[in-house]
């Protein structure tokens, strides 16, 4: 019974930075793994990043590591993906999604996570 809600997509010039959420709706009790994937047109899910509930442990990418960062605001049940130096390769429907189970973050397996949200639309034009 968990739904994730992504927001802060748009269209942002290359170099430009957005910063995407994933709300958590209803009760958290458990500790979740929580994740970003993307999905550009003609390519396959990849993984971005993902954190522990807690953001004692974060993984990023290798695409993206040094640009985009995963953190977390407890108090609003709320994970954020930080992204600034965005190319327009980094132009994909961005999906928040969550484990209820232990994973290991650094898989980046999308069958791990069990909770997905609609996405939100980033485009970078050049």
């Known amino acids: 019974q968990v739904q994730l809600v992504e927001s802060g997509g748009g269209l942002v010039q290359a170099g430009g930075s957005l910063r995407l959420s994933c709300q958590a709706s209803?009760?958290?009790?458990?500790?979740?793994?929580m994740g970003w994937f993307r999905q550009a047109p003609g390519k396959e899910r990849e993984f971005v990043a993902a954190?522990?509930?807690?953001?004692?442990?974060?993984y990023h990418a290798d695409s993206v590591k040094g640009r985009f960062t995963i953190f977390r605001d407890n108090a609003k049940n709320t994970r954020y993906l930080s992204m600034n130096s965005l190319k327009p390769e980094d132009t994909a429907v961005y999906y928040c999604?969550?484990?209820?189970?232990?994973?290991?973050?650094?898989?980046?397996?999308?069958?791990?996570?069990?909770?997905w949200g609609r996405g939100t639309q980033v485009t970078v034009s050049s």
């Open positions: 209803g009760r958290t009790f458990i500790t979740y793994t």
């Open positions: 954190t522990s509930w807690s953001g004692a442990q974060t």
């Open positions: 999604a969550a484990a209820a189970r232990v994973v290991n973050i650094a898989d980046g397996r999308a069958d791990d996570y069990d909770y």
